[in-house]
């Protein structure tokens, strides 16, 4: 299994532009986050979705959009791009069931200037 | 909000001695505690949970503890290594399991 995969890894916007990140699971997990981690902070949920075709605002959705078609893509869209939108972006995913151990991406370094 | 936070952002250990990380929760609905371990340019790795029903809980080398009462979790890590180098996060779920709050993070430094 390859896990959580993230594309890309890093990656520079320009004020205005928009863009998706890309995240695959292959492990057949209900459960999809999304999260972005500012410097010297921890994670804050942006979206998640408990299954195909279903997704909910997190904490901090503003500015992003997701989609959940299949079990295995969870993408998030940008729109618009800010400067406060420059973090550490990882996805995640977890069985539905007694454990709720989620399972993260390598992540994506966004820089918006 | 509630929110999930650390008292110590830093904390230097002897390599070999005990390692004790603190964090501190505020909402009293939490059911689930996950302990998360994040080495620099990666993604967060699971390494230990714990049930609201539980106060201990051991794994390899690591345990944690819940305090419900005031409303703490700690995570223990014996004979701390220096590939326990990294940045720990606890994280907190209310019921539903849908929702993961995760603390502010402290970084281990393991001091040969």
């Known amino acids: 299994n390859a896990g959580v995969t993230q594309t890309p890894k890093f990656r520079i916007l320009k004020i205005g532009q928009s863009m998706t990140l890309q995240c695959a699971q292959d492990m057949n997990h209900n459960y999809m986050y999304w999260y972005r981690q500012d410097p010297g902070m921890g994670l804050k949920l942006i979206y998640y979705?408990?299954?195909?075709?279903?997704?909910d605002k997190g904490e901090v959705p503003n500015g992003y959009n997701v989609s959940r078609s299949t079990t295995e893509d969870f993408p998030l869209r940008l729109e618009l791009a800010a400067p406060s939108q420059t973090s550490v972006y990882f996805c995640?995913?977890?069985?539905?069931?007694?454990?709720?151990?989620?399972?993260f991406g390598p992540g994506t370094r966004l820089t918006v200037t | 909000g509630e929110s999930v936070g650390l008292h110590l952002p830093t904390l230097s250990v002897q390599e070999g001695d005990n390692s004790i990380i603190n964090c501190a929760y505020s909402n009293s609905a939490s059911d689930y505690f996950i302990w998360y371990k994040q080495e620099s340019g990666k993604g967060p790795q699971f390494i230990i949970d714990i049930r609201s029903n539980m106060d201990k809980r051991q794994g390899q080398r690591v345990t944690v503890l819940l305090n419900k009462t005031v409303k703490h979790l700690s995570l223990q890590i014996a004979a701390t290594q220096p590939g326990d180098s990294a940045v720990y996060f606890c994280?907190?779920?209310?019921?539903?399991?849908?929702?993961?709050?995760f603390g502010t993070g402290t970084k281990l430094q393991v001091i040969p």
């Open positions: 995640a995913s977890s069985p539905s069931g007694a454990t709720y151990e989620q399972y």
């Open positions: 979705s408990v299954g195909a075709g279903i997704t």
């Open positions: 994280a907190e779920m209310p019921g539903g399991y849908q929702k993961v709050t």
